[in-house]
T-cell receptor, first 112, second 116 residues
Framework: DQQVKQNSPSLSVQEGRISILNCDYTNSMFDYFLWYKKYPAEGPTFLISISSIKDKNEDGRFTVFLNKSAKHLSLHIVPSQPGDSAVYFCAAGGTSYGKLTFGQGTILTVHP | DAMVIQNPRYQVTQFGKPVTLSCSQTLNHNVMYWYQQKSSQAPKLLFHYYDKDFNNEADTPDNFQSRRPNTSFCFLDIRSPGLGDTAMYLC???????????????FGDGTRLSIL
């Protein structure tokens, strides 16, 4: 049973435009959500997070939105840059100490 | 730079032959995690150490063991690897554990393990 799902395996965006990556979850016990970015041959790198008591968190070009009623979160990247091309994982925590549950990832390609 | 370092980066081993993967950290974090990631799938938590306290996930096969001899090092031992254990193995650390996942985890670059 996959509790965190990223239904789009890939996304292609033009440089300068907005990238929107989506994530859905099923477990209402999750109370913290994170996004990680992964380049080839490297480990995931923490990008941004949001607590369930908020509906938006912003850090520079990156904004995460949380819709608890829909059990949905999204990551917006504005403006997108070629260096943003990577695999993006969403992850959720709160069901037990230390545990993060990851989605399968979305491959983002930003074209110059 | 403070880092999470995994060795080796690539490991090929024979079916049934024990293998050990290594992880070290210079962040002085209390928590160390091991994840398994199969091709095009989500990373899956196998277990974690909170200081010396070992926490196994319920669905982690008995074939997988871990050791943490000190704060800096953690090992993943696969006693009798099967073909289905071919995967990327990721080590991660966090300063503390946190109930809500509010402790970002810092990942190493992984060990790609192939079982032949």
């Amino acid at each position: 049973d996959q509790q965190v799902k990223q239904n789009s395996p890939s996304l292609s965006v033009q440089e300068g435009r907005i990238s929107i990556l989506n994530c859905d979850y099923t477990n209402s016990m999750f109370d913290y959500f994170l996004w990680y970015k992964k380049y080839p041959a490297e480990g995931p790198t923490f990008l941004i997070s949001i607590s369930s008591i908020k509906d938006k968190n912003e850090d520079g070009r990156f904004t995460v939105f949380l819709n608890k009623s829909a059990k949905h979160l999204s990551l917006h990247i504005v403006p997108s840059q070629p260096g943003d091309s990577a695999v993006y994982f969403c992850a959720a925590g709160g069901t037990s100490y230390g545990k993060l549950t990851f989605g399968q990832g979305t491959i983002l390609t930003v074209h110059p | 730079d403070a880092m999470v370092i995994q060795n080796p980066r690539y490991q090929v081993t024979q079916f049934g032959k024990p293998v050990t993967l290594s992880c070290s950290q210079t962040l002085n974090h209390n928590v160390m995690y091991w994840y398994q990631q199969k091709s095009s799938q989500a990373p899956k938590l196998l277990f974690h150490y909170y200081d010396k306290d070992f926490n196994n996930e319920a669905d982690t096969p008995d074939n997988f063991q871990s050791r943490r001899p000190n704060t800096s090092f953690c090992f993943l031992d696969i006693r009798s690897p099967g073909l289905g254990d071919t995967a990327m193995y990721l080590c991660a650390t966090s300063r503390d554990r946190g109930r809500g996942g509010n402790q970002p985890q810092h990942f190493g670059d992984g060990t790609r393990l192939s079982i032949l």
